[in-house]
């Protein structure tokens, strides 16, 4: 064994304040320090071992440390790891064919990028050239798209939707080229409704209220709209087909370009390769990445045959945007997918937590509303079923003794803090897995709110 590696493996706690600090983070939740993985498990420095229901920031659709993927990475590595962005590389040509031919037909020409914020920034380069009269885009409320200069004024960590302004804000300056409107928050509209439980009426006001923002609200034309088919940090809110097909028939209308933003719903977590295969509903360009590499960096877009794309005039270009370690991982995670049909574990096991959940939700009133679909699962916490007042404190507190109890996870929402706790594990998290997480979170439940 190298001796950097054994140097990192016997790391203890005690030796963190010889290093912290020299380290500066900008965001993300603070956790345990994690060491090693191994499936749907991970431990720490000092060996405890957690079940994983974040998959790391929803990037490793086959858990830790897949043998399959590790051996093709190793054999990739005699080969090469990096090349010029400029040079033609067969992994990059193998990976570009396959996504065409997963996704929805119209969706042929792909361009590789390296982080989720620069990924969508190309989107909005790919809109521009489209329509070069049109300078603003349009995004939602709850909206998460990354925190770059362009991409933060499109997220709501730039506004007040914590009840605070957060780091984004300070780059306001630098991203006032957005409108946002209201997304579908069925649970809690963002505006009064006739019947609160009514989500057609809701799928109505917020298409009005889209088309209202292209027609009245917007100096000169509107360029772009950017939104997740399904929002993930704003709450794991899981918008209707009517919504969806709505607002696609809006951007056409308008000639507004539809980009969905599928970092976290693309690659299977929804049960199929992205939301626009499960939906039926094709966007003009698709962002993807967090999964894609089963944990090796890489994202991309994709784009319509109707659409004009980048050339190579250096409009967009990174230095690591052609990593042939990254490229040979999403391939083998592909043909894992195919091989061993995950996309029927996502629904059957998916839709087995979903269904023990919706028992607790009867015997837990600070369950206000549980959001599922595959292994994207949302549960919002409130105070009172009746008012739906949130409940930040409570839903954080589950995330903090869920740790003491060995299950890590993940904390979203667009309210005055976050108090949807998200349940987003591997997509090879099996049945008896399933019961490990429902008993581990009800054993949480009863230690925070008993």
């Known amino acids: 064994m190298d001796p950097l590696i054994k140097k990192i493996l016997n790391f203890k706690r005690e030796d963190i304040p010889n290093y912290e600090p020299y380290l500066m983070v900008g965001g993300g939740t603070p956790g345990p320090n994690l060491l090693r993985g191994q499936g749907v498990y991970v431990y720490d420095i000092e060996g405890k071992k957690y079940i994983d229901c974040t998959s790391q920031a929803w990037a490793l659709h086959l858990g830790y440390s897949n043998p399959e993927i590790n051996q093709v990475v190793k054999e990739q590595l005699e080969f090469s790891n990096h090349f010029h962005i400029g040079f033609y590389t067969v992994p990059r040509y193998l990976l570009a064919k396959k996504i065409a031919e997963l996704f929805p037909k119209k969706m042929n020409r792909v361009m590789f990028t390296i982080g989720g914020g620069v990924s969508i920034e190309a989107a909005l380069k790919i809109a521009i050239i489209n329509r070069p009269e049109a300078h603003n885009f349009i995004s939602l409320y709850g909206g998460y798209h990354g925190t770059s200069f362009m991409t933060t004024g499109a997220s709501l960590t730039s506004t007040f939707a914590y009840g605070k302004y957060q780091g984004g804000a300070k780059l306001a300056h630098f991203c006032q080229n957005f409108i946002r409107v209201p997304a579908p928050y069925y649970y809690r509209p963002y505006f009064e409704v006739c019947n609160r439980d009514d989500r057609d009426e809701v799928d109505r006001r917020c298409l009005e209220e889209l088309e209202m923002q292209i027609k009245y609200g917007s100096a000169g034309p509107v360029c772009a709209m950017i939104m997740e088919p399904l929002q993930a940090s704003g709450g794991q809110i899981i918008f209707s087909k009517n919504y969806l097909q709505g607002v696609r028939d809006i951007c056409t209308k308008y000639k507004v370009i539809l980009i969905w933003d599928c970092i976290q719903t693309a690659f299977g977590r929804m049960g199929d390769w992205s939301a626009a295969n499960y939906y039926g509903i094709t966007p003009d360009i698709m962002v993807c990445g967090k999964s894609m590499g089963a944990g090796f960096p890489i994202n991309c877009i994709v784009i319509s045959d109707d659409l004009e794309g980048v050339k190579m005039d250096f409009i967009d270009a990174h230095t690591f945007g052609n990593n042939q370690v990254s490229q040979v991982a999403a391939l083998k995670q592909i043909e894992i997918i195919e091989r061993d049909n995950i996309f029927e574990n996502v629904k059957k096991v998916g839709g087995y937590l979903r269904e023990n959940l919706e028992e607790l939700q009867k015997k837990w009133c600070c369950i206000g509303e549980i959001r599922a679909l595959g292994f994207h699962i949302g549960i919002?916490?409130?105070?009172?079923?009746?008012?739906?007042?949130?409940?930040?404190?409570?839903?954080?507190?589950?995330?903090?003794?869920?740790?003491?109890?060995?299950?890590?996870?993940g904390l979203g929402g667009s309210g005055l803090g976050?108090?949807?706790?998200?349940?987003?594990?591997?997509?090879?998290?099996?049945?008896?897995?399933?019961e490990e997480i429902l008993e581990k979170f009800e054993k949480t439940l009863k230690e925070v709110y008993r």
Do not use: W
């Open 418 to 434: 976050k108090n949807v706790l998200k349940i987003k594990p591997p997509l090879i998290t099996t049945k008896e897995q399933a």
């Open 380 to 409: 919002e916490f409130v105070k009172d079923r009746d008012t739906r007042e949130a409940d930040y404190h409570g839903c954080s507190k589950m995330r903090d003794i869920g740790l003491n109890n060995g299950i890590i996870f």
